[in-house]
């Protein structure tokens, strides 16, 4: 048998193929909208599905350049297929629309992503999907919401912004006895530190704008898992595009190239940044996965890796100095998303978050007082240095 080379050479190596018309070392770019056929009955064949290849670029698998980057992101999630969005929206979108119909009924993680709770919450029940927003932190909650409709159990853990888990391969078994697809956003931990498909879940996705590009230069969202499904989705994204751009495909690849390099450094500077917050004065809480302070530190340890770049923390004083805290960094910049070199701080409660009513936040734990923060890949003593400075101005 092969051996089977290790995650580092994956990240470098996996779905490269030398161009085989000029020899050019690295995946060209592809700037086509369309595919030429030799003949009618090729362009037939392709059409009906019965032979494989490129028709026109909305339609999978889209591109050269997005199936190398399709097929790399599919081996380090360890699925049997990938696929690329426009954006990581997108892709949640495709999902959705692939795997429920009116009448449909689907489980979701209460703390997600600001647009994936209005996605969720005020465009589904408009298509006569029932939702539910559960506390999937505790697997018990995830049984007791099942109904006989169910068909999706979307989960996010790491959840945007509070960093909660819930425990995958736990909730993948419960789904597939329900008859239920299992889908996991990935996004915090990325594939370096945590794989869902190896837990049992069915299709693990990630918002490639945060670490999968990882220089905070780019939109685009990515899927990786079962054959099938992505057969079923394909359809769907022929109608519906939702494509992304084949320069951000290429940027993806050239970032999943570095992908476990940075993911090292962003887990190593964040243990760094939060063991300072733990032990400044101003700073009434931090919560992130590696700390031994962290409520479920167990279960993360148990599934992951590493715990990735994102903590939160409150400042005493609440929000006005949490503000000022913002206000008064020079190093780590203002601004929301995740995952770029640099380090980025903001504030969910009036930012990502915004669009979850205040009493829903409140009761999940995203409170006024929270801090986001994205830990880049620069000298920790820097970042550290910043934050020091900001802390003693509030
Ligand atoms: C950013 C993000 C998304 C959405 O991705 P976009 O690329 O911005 O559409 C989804 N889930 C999580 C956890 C995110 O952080």
């Known amino acids: ?16 193929k030398p161009d085989p018309v000029f020899g050019a070392h690295t995946t060209p770019i592809f700037q ?21 290849g490129y028709i026109y670029a909305r339609i999978p698998p889209n591109t050269p350049t997005h199936a190398v980057l399709a097929e790399k992101f599919a081996v380090l999630e360890g699925g049997e297929a990938g696929q690329t969005f426009a954006s990581g929206m997108a892709a949640i979108t495709a999902i959705a629309l692939t795997a429920l119909k009116q009448g449909d009924h689907l489980i979701s993680t209460d703390v997600i992503y600001g647009c994936t709770y209005s996605l969720f919450s005020q465009v589904l029940p408009g298509l006569g999907i029932e939702v539910s927003f559960v506390d999937t ?53 990325t594939p370096y530190f945590q794989r869902p498909l190896e837990l049992g879940a069915d299709l693990s996705l990630s918002s490639c704008t945060k ?18 499904f992505m057969d079923r989705m394909s359809v769907v994204i022929g109608y519906t595009g939702g494509i992304m751009g084949p320069h951000e495909a290429w940027l993806c690849i050239r970032g999943l190239k570095t992908l476990h390099i ?10 760094k940044v939060a063991e300072f ?25 148990r599934q992951m890796s590493g ?34 070199t640099d380090t980025l701080i903001q504030h969910p409660a009036s930012m990502t978050h915004a669009c979850v009513p205040h009493a829903v936040r409140n009761s999940i734990g995203i409170t006024d007082g929270l801090v986001r923060l994205s830990v880049g890949i620069e000298d920790p003593e820097d970042i550290i240095a910043d934050l020091k400075q900001a802390l003693e101005a509030i």
């Open 1 to 16: 048998m092969e051996r089977e080379v290790k995650f580092a050479t994956k990240c470098v190596h996996a779905a490269e």
């Open 32 to 52: 086509t909208s369309t595919f030429i056929f030799e003949n009618v009955r090729q362009g037939a064949a392709r059409f009906a599905g019965e032979e494989s």
């Open 137 to 189: 932190s505790k697997t018990e909650n995830v049984k007791r919401a099942f109904k006989p409709e169910t068909k999706m159990v979307f989960l996010e853990s790491p959840a945007n912004p509070t960093l909660t888990v819930c425990d995958i391969s736990a909730i993948a078994r419960i789904s597939k006895e329900n008859g239920s697809l299992c889908v996991v956003d990935n996004t915090f931990a």
């Open 211 to 228: 670490y999968i590009g990882g220089h905070a230069d780019l939109l685009g969202g990515i899927v990786a898992g079962n054959k099938d």
């Open 262 to 271: 940075r993911m090292e450094r962003h887990a190593e500077n964040a243990m």
């Open 277 to 301: 917050l733990e032990s400044r004065p101003e700073v009434e809480w931090v919560r992130y996965p590696g700390l031994p302070t962290y409520p479920q530190y167990e279960l993360a340890r």
């Open 307 to 340: 715990f990735s770049g994102m903590l939160c923390f409150g400042i005493k004083g609440g929000v006005e100095a949490g503000k000022r805290l913002m206000d008064n960094v020079k190093l780590c910049s203002l601004a929301v998303s995740l995952g770029a």
